[in-house]
């Protein structure tokens, strides 16, 4: 994967780990200044071609995916519990332990309740691809660019121009990083270490110090690049102890962010953190299936898909995710949850998260994002967070 040219990793593997030239020089960093010219998915599909993308399309929700409700998660009559929420989706013991974080759970099951979201002035997204929004899918229907419309509206917030919902298909930053009250720092091929580490320091960035004076919100999904570089790990046939190490640095990276964000005193008016776990784009249990997905033959990842080791690093890992929501009052929407029997063997009638005949797949042809309907199934997510 790491032959790959930057924009054909980019463009087809948003979750696979940034190219290490780029991580060093610092190439990655958003870019303000990026030329308007630079080529980017405009909002109905097509290039930008004049560098001055003047189209609304952004502000045309109706041309979008409806959002779906086929999240795997019912609401709940009675209070919200890990049994009512997700009971009939794990057919079973529960394959992560998220019943000792003691977390409050939404009555949507969609998230986490730990915060109660309000006056914010300012919305700022991190992480990978997936908050980035990749091609073939519309830039329109990007998730980012969802909630941007749809947190302006709530909020009474100034919308971002067109030009900051566009990705530069070079760099995979965004053509514009600041715009009206919204800030992007989100990166194709991001992984934990490019949140508050530098060079990169997405978090930083895009929160400088003049600004954390606003009531801020901060959107962020990322991990799947350190997944993706679990797997290339256990290709090379790095020893188990290594893989858990190296893994377990990744989520302390992830979890030192969030409490970096919460840290005191750090946003005198308050700040608020809704994050995304991560997914299993195989459908879970059987997840050696590649060649269910159309872009399989591109990754060449079936044999470490197999390997017990990636099923139990990747369930402490999202136990660590809600506890860490947990412990610093923050929010995590349950992304794998909802995804599971959306993704690549959707017809699969064996499959744990089997949903049903007809179900929707939530992926493109790249294996690991999200089409459009995927998006919308995101966004449905954090506004339920943020609503309730």
Not at 103 to 125: S, Y
Not at 298 to 313: A, D, Q, T, Y
Request: proline residues 7%; aromatic residues 8%.
């Amino acid at each position: 994967m790491r032959s790959l040219s930057l924009l054909t990793l980019a463009m087809l593997f948003a979750c696979a780990p940034a190219v290490e030239d780029d991580k060093a020089d610092g190439g990655d960093k958003p870019d303000t200044d990026t030329p308007a010219d630079s080529a980017a998915p405009d909002t109905d599909g097509t290039a930008d071609t004049d560098g001055a993308d003047t189209s609304d399309d952004t502000d045309a929700p109706d041309t979008d995916p409806p959002a779906t409700t086929d999240l795997g998660a019912p609401t709940c009559t009675g209070p919200a519990t890990l049994e009512c929420c997700f009971g009939a989706l794990w057919d079973g013991p529960a394959p992560v332990d998220y019943a000792s974080a003691g977390a409050t759970l939404g009555q949507h099951c969609k998230g986490t309740n730990h915060q109660d979201i309000q006056g914010v002035q300012r919305v700022v997204f991190i992480g990978d691809s997936i908050t980035m929004g990749t091609p073939p899918t519309p830039a329109g229907q990007w998730y980012r660019n969802r909630l941007a419309r749809e947190l302006a509206t709530r909020f009474g917030l100034q919308p971002p121009s067109p030009r900051w919902t566009l990705v530069d298909p070079i760099s995979g930053n965004a053509l514009e990083t600041f715009s009206g009250d919204f800030a992007n720092c989100s990166k194709w091929g991001a992984r934990t270490d490019d949140l508050i580490d530098p060079p990169h320091q997405q978090m930083k960035t895009c929160m400088p110090e003049e600004d954390r004076d606003l009531v801020t919100l901060v959107v962020m999904s990322i991990g799947g690049n350190d997944i993706f570089s679990f797997l290339e790990d256990i290709n090379a046939g790095v020893e188990d102890d290594k893989l858990r190490e190296a893994y377990d640095k990744a989520v302390s990276r992830l979890e030192a962010a969030v409490r970096w964000v919460k840290e005191p005193g750090r946003f005198p008016n308050g700040v608020f953190v809704v994050f995304t776990n991560t997914f299993d784009f195989s459908d879970a249990d059987g997840a050696e299936d590649m060649a269910a997905c159309d872009g399989a033959e591109l990754i060449n990842l079936s044999p470490p898909l197999r390997e017990p080791i990636l099923h139990s690093v990747i369930a402490d890992a999202q136990a660590r995710y809600l506890k860490l929501a947990v412990e610093t009052g923050t929010d995590m929407v349950f992304f794998g949850e909802a995804f599971c029997g959306h993704g690549w063997n959707t017809d699969d009638t064996t499959r744990r998260c089997y949903r049903g005949p007809g179900a929707a797949t939530y992926t493109d042809f790249t294996c690991e994002h999200p089409n459009g309907t995927g998006h919308a199934a995101i966004a449905d997510l954090v506004l339920a967070v943020v609503d309730e």
